[in-house]
């Protein structure tokens, strides 16, 4: 298994980063609906945060996966390996944060592995496909 | 819709309005300042008080400076009178500087001319005695007298005050509001479990502020932790539309937002008398006084709309079941309007040796808001005396009529 330790280096973070992003925009942006009060407002950024947790951390991870994974071999591996890498930041951070242990937790760490996993397929299916007609003009 | 959305991080959380006002406004708390002179004088006034220096400098021109206090109410129930500030005496001002007026700060420490040093938030012996020739309570006199006798109702007279709010750091910098009573748990600028230190607050950058803002969508900050907050309501379009800017809220020009809102807002001290046919409650700012009618089954048929509204009071066993219509449109709390179909219904209980007074409420109004505005407040009787504080809007920089505050 060959990992492709220098852009897994650089997505993990980044894919981290951006997924924190999405959670910090969510009670700014309810705010700004001006639909409710803040407690309100707070009470449903926490209960999107399970879903912006999950699917958000789900589709950056995935862009990650993919993009960690493109051209070059054990695709699945490298996607899921930056799900986990994701997954174990993810978790520090919710940890040092102060965050309860739950389901944001839980939902979280799948969809980041999951997406990581999904992104990591995908770019070993493009690689299939380029190669198998290039390898059937060499034959 | 971004700006809206970034005025509404910056502003943001807990950026409530409850720390537009308890918060620092233009001064920098990143920033330190030290200044030396003689007392000029003070605005001992709600929401906020001014002490005012004259600070001699080398050349020998006096400059006046402006610094920042809390408000009347809050300072005298720490144990702070205006006697303590003699003009012409000499005073050293530790505080934070005003990003736009050089000559204000924010008070963080004093030191008098005798030598005592102050923190923004010490509390003093509090002195009960009547010390300014207003209104003496005679309503305080009925504690410890819940119940007169075996057959009667329950005695809610006296004057009433909700607990104190005390930022953790006594100089006013660090950390958060928490109540009186439990601020010697924390170390200066501690904050409770899953609490967040006043956006503004020295070290609170935009960093922070965004940081606070992820660690509320994980639940690691809970909004229970902030007092004064609005009940957790949607509101209707006109109830969006309702809404008014800061500076115009009633509680930052000196009028009374709502018989809800004006009970706890700035831990006032509230004055009940009661007899058989009504009950009256003062309360302790801006001379806003409500009737609770006993002896009336239903509202009149034509009520002139007040902020007070139209009140009728009945005894469900020990409790007092007081229902409220006749509103003029206003504000409830902090967030949400109303219009005039309100409609409130409070009960107030007393615990079993009359020291403390409970009240729940709830509002509604579905023209303004969706579903009901619950809350309570629990309220022990006050030491102190009631009297109704001046309140100065002018010298609050956060008011539409600010104009001290900046001079």
Redesign the interface.
């Known amino acids: 298994m060959s990992l492709r330790i220098r852009r897994l280096a650089v997505a993990a973070p980044f894919a981290e980063v951006v997924a924190?992003a999405m959670?910090?925009?969510?009670?700014?942006?309810l705010?700004?609906s001006?639909?409710?009060?803040?407690?309100?407002q707070?009470?449903a950024?926490?209960r999107?945060?399970l879903w912006?947790?999950a699917i958000g951390g789900f589709l950056v991870c995935a862009l990650a996966g993919w993009w960690v994974a493109r051209l070059g071999p054990d695709a699945e591996r490298n996607g899921v390996a930056l799900g986990v890498i994701v997954a174990i930041l993810d978790l520090t951070l919710?940890a040092v944060?102060?965050?309860?242990f739950?389901a944001?937790m839980v939902l979280s760490a799948i969809g980041r592995i999951a997406g990581g996993y999904a992104g990591g397929w995908l770019a070993g299916r493009r690689l299939s496909a380029l190669t198998v007609p290039l390898a059937s003009r060499t034959s | 819709m971004m700006h809206r959305a970034a005025c509404c991080l910056a502003l943001l959380l807990v950026a409530t309005p409850v720390y537009a006002h308890h918060s620092f406004g233009t001064f920098d708390l990143n920033r330190n300042i030290e200044i030396a002179g003689t007392i000029a004088g003070i605005d001992f006034v709600n929401p906020h008080s001014w002490l005012r220096v004259n600070v001699t400098s080398a050349d020998g021109r006096v400059q006046l400076y402006r610094c920042e206090m809390r408000g009347a109410t809050v300072l005298r129930r720490s144990g702070w009178t205006p006697e303590m500030f003699v003009v012409g005496q000499r005073i050293t001002v530790q505080g934070a500087p005003d990003r736009e007026d050089p000559h204000a700060c924010y008070v963080n420490t004093i030191v008098l001319a005798d030598g005592r040093k102050l923190d923004r938030y010490t509390q003093q012996a509090v002195s009960t005695a009547k010390t300014d020739g207003r209104a003496a309570d005679a309503g305080s006199a009925a504690a410890g007298t819940a119940r007169p006798n075996a057959h009667a109702v329950p005695n809610l007279a006296g004057s009433w005050a909700v607990e104190q709010q005390l930022m953790t750091d006594p100089r006013g910098r660090l950390g958060t509001l928490v109540p009186a009573s439990r601020a010697k748990q924390f170390a200066p600028g501690g904050l409770p479990e899953r609490g967040v230190a006043i956006p503004g607050s020295e070290g609170s950058g935009l960093l922070a502020l965004l940081f606070s803002s992820y660690r509320i969508a994980i639940g690691a900050i809970s909004p229970s932790v902030v007092p004064w907050l609005d009940a957790p309501v949607a509101r209707t379009e006109r109830g969006r539309a309702a809404l008014i800017p800061e500076e115009q809220q009633p509680r930052n020009n000196c009028a009374t937002t709502s018989i809800l809102f004006n009970w706890y807002w700035e831990t006032v001290v509230h004055r009940i008398s009661q007899d058989d046919a009504a009950l009256t409650i003062e309360y302790g700012q801006h001379g806003f006084v409500r009737t609770i009618h006993l002896d009336l089954n239903q509202h009149p048929a034509n009520v002139a709309p007040s902020r007070a509204g139209h009140s009728i009071g009945r005894w469900d066993g020990d409790v007092l079941v007081v229902d409220t219509v006749g509103f003029l449109p206003g504000m409830l709390g902090l967030q949400v309007a109303h219009g005039p179909n309100l409609h409130v219904v409070e009960r107030f209980s007393l615990n079993a040796d009359g020291s403390v007074l409970t009240r729940e409420y709830v509002a509604t109004d579905p023209d303004y808001f969706v579903g009901e505005y619950r809350g309570s407040d629990v309220t022990p009787r006050s030491a102190l005396p009631f009297v109704t504080d001046t309140c100065n809007a002018a010298l609050n920089p956060v008011g539409a009529n600010a104009t001290g505050g900046r001079k």
């Open positions: 924190v959670l910090m925009a969510l009670l700014p942006a705010l700004a001006g639909g409710g009060t803040l407690v309100y707070i009470m950024a926490q999107l945060a912006v947790g919710l944060s102060g965050a309860p739950g944001l």
